[in-house]
């Protein structure tokens, strides 16, 4: 298990930009994929994109392709979502997650340790 810890979300108008941190305190941290998924209200957690324990490969799911961005810094324990062009359908609660899978095997269940979650609005 791997304690994760969320921050950066808040209000923003559509077209704007946010960029979510997560902290993981584990000294192993580049070791795991990590992964960030949202839940809207009455509405399934869904995947929005994960990074490979290096950092070189990313993945997302298509309608946040081209204008969000995952990246990490291994030397910090830290995973970042940067958002670009928010529309109000970005609006949820956005949690990071780490997998100890491989890149290529990982899948959405794959996630054992998870974040509180962090709130992100965007008003039209």
């Known amino acids: 298990q791997v304690h994760l810890v969320e921050s950066g979300g808040g209000l923003v108008q559509a077209g704007g930009s946010l960029r979510l941190s997560c902290v993981a305190s584990?000294?192993?941290?580049?070791?795991?994929?990590l992964g960030w998924f949202r839940q809207a209200p009455g509405k399934e957690r869904q995947f929005v994109g994960c990074i490979s324990r290096s950092g070189i490969s990313t993945r997302y799911t298509d309608s946040v392709k081209d204008r969000f961005t995952i990246s990490r810094d291994n030397a910090r324990n830290t995973v970042y979502l940067q958002m670009n062009s928010l529309e109000p359908e970005d609006t949820a609660v956005y949690y990071c997650?780490?997998?100890?899978?491989?890149?290529?095997?990982?899948?959405?269940?794959?996630?054992?340790?998870w974040g509180q979650g962090t709130q992100v609005t965007v008003s039209s």
């Open positions: 584990e000294s192993t941290f580049s070791s795991y994929v």
């Open positions: 997650a780490a997998s100890s899978y491989t890149y290529t095997a990982v899948r959405e269940a794959s996630f054992g340790s």
